[in-house]
């Protein structure tokens, strides 16, 4: 594992360029297996999730390379084989596999995966997409066996519940399916559109991504005929918009989508951060005086879970009580000890969490409990007088494209150590 460590107080400025989306990219990174060609994506952002797929890649003699941003991936050759436990364990998106291993094999055994421990995310809907096509499902001791001996067909499927896995999932499954596949009650992220876009573009036909209904016509092959040029991460945009209102004397982010963050940036509008938005950059002024607001968070387009942590630093700087709501992970919690002992004045009750002014953090020994925990506590050590050092930064490292040099470039202090 690794630490960071950073020195607080410094204010920033200067430009920072958003990387690849995070979440299209480990979705779409399982997905080029459904392809019988050559797969090419471009703003690929280097971070450890993309390091972890390309090892679990080379499990099936699927070779890839990584360089600048762009990620060669090679399906042609693919095998079945056991997929490396250690390397799905660290990555909960690697169930992404289930679904295309099914699609291109119409088969799959893959061990239950790991990641973030950001509270309960059965894949029960996931399993009952995949019986619902024609699979064959047992599960046991953390393993997931299926197996589909007449192909997958096209179906009618109903989510229970929105989620973005599911969706995922089930796409991947039907894409090459027989027949038409319609899923119902489905999530609706700009991520599924992406991995969407990209399927299409290599000939399969996928139609209402972005609405609640998807319907998906199976095709027999996929063939990639052009580079996929990845969508910027709308919650990096966001982690850097909090830490540019909270430390910053004029910080512009470039490579951004606004209209994937209206629910955010209205919320710090509201704050009276006056954000200067154009087509495909964000400026953020020097912003000194701030209002308490108060946030719920929803499934997309609403406010996104993975902004309430990197958005909680900045409520502290806040004239008054600010309150954050999460329906979609209420047990979202790692951050609020940690933040506290950093001096914040924050507390979880009642499903709430409660964020008061606090005129001063100081550095701390803290610990990243996953990805946007790291991300808080981040935006918090820069925050803070003198030294924060976080631990188990792998998880900051997973999810933010060279994160500690976009921050050195825009003035701040921060290095990565071994532990």
Known sequence: MKKMIIQGGNRLSGEVTIGGAKNSTVALIPAAILADTPVQFDTVPDILDVHNLMIILESMNVKSSFKHGVLNIDPTQIMEAELPSKAIKSLRASYYFMGALLGRFHRATVTFPGGDNIGPRPIDQHLKAFKALGANVSESGGTVKMDAPNGLHGTRIFMDMVSVGATINAVLAAVRAQGTTIIENVAREPEIVDLATFLNNMGAKIRGVGTDTIRITGVDTLQSMNTHTIIADRIETGTYLSLAAAMGDGVMLNNVIPEHLEAYTSKLIDMGVDLQIDSDKIYVPKTDHLKPISVKTMPYPGFATDLQQPLTPLLS?????????????????????????????????????????????????????????GASLLIAGLMADGETVIHDADHILRGYDRVVWKLNRLNANVRIEKE
């Open 317 to 373: 700087k806040a004239a008054g009580e600010s309150t954050i709501v999460d329906t979609i992970y209420p047990k979202r919690v790692k951050h609020i000890p940690e933040l506290q002992k950093m001096g914040m004045d924050i507390e979880a009750q009642d499903g709430r969490i409660v964020v008061r002014h606090t005129e001063k953090l100081h550095g701390a020994d803290v610990k990243a409990g996953e990805i946007r925990a």
